[in-house]
């Protein structure tokens, strides 16, 4: 389902795709989205001042958008008017960089974690315990997780929980 929206007011009467993008746009897909469920993507399109709702189509991540690739109209009422928005290339590079930066932090953070919660038995913390692992792998051919030592120690940590379950 689709729905034209011949002269958009609130596009004409701002002058500025960025104040459509952040003001309409995106606030109206999220909240159609948020409350009552239901897909939303708008298209606004800046020569004409139409927009076009698509409901049921899943709006793209805001750095892929097309709706955000557009310099400044001439007419930008901003005093920030062109101001490291001209390229609208960088600007998605921009984003896509910044969106994968926030998610190599949180990958960080999760591994920090995961190794903080980690026992001294079979960890690697230090240069020194990896370097053993490895004298240990190459003395017996295996990886040292797998090693007869290692198992029979996984089973009594089986058998121990289920005691105390």
Not at 71 to 88: T, V
Not at 98 to 118: G, H, P, Q
Not at 127 to 134: D, G, H, M, T
Request: a neutral charge.
């Amino acid at each position: 389902q689709t729905v034209k929206a011949e002269r958009c007011r609130f596009l004409e009467a701002a002058n500025c795709a960025s104040v459509c993008v952040n003001s309409c746009k995106v606030p109206s897909q999220e909240w159609l989205t948020d409350d009552f469920g239901m897909e939303l993507h708008i298209q606004p399109n800046y020569d004409d001042f139409s927009c076009r709702w698509k409901f049921g189509v899943k709006a793209p991540p805001l750095f892929e958008d097309e709706a955000i690739m557009v310099p400044c109209f001439s007419n930008c009422p901003s005093k920030y008017r062109g101001e490291n928005l001209k390229d609208a290339l960088s600007r998605r590079e921009q984003t896509r960089a910044d969106a994968e930066a926030a998610e190599t932090a949180a990958s960080n953070e999760r591994l920090v974690k995961a190794l903080s919660e980690l026992t001294k038995d079979g960890t690697a913390l230090s240069q020194e315990s990896l370097e053993e692992r490895s004298q240990q792998v190459k003395k017996t051919g295996k990886c040292w997780s797998v090693s007869k030592s290692r198992a029979e120690k996984r089973k009594q940590a089986v058998a121990a929980i289920r005691e105390n379950a």
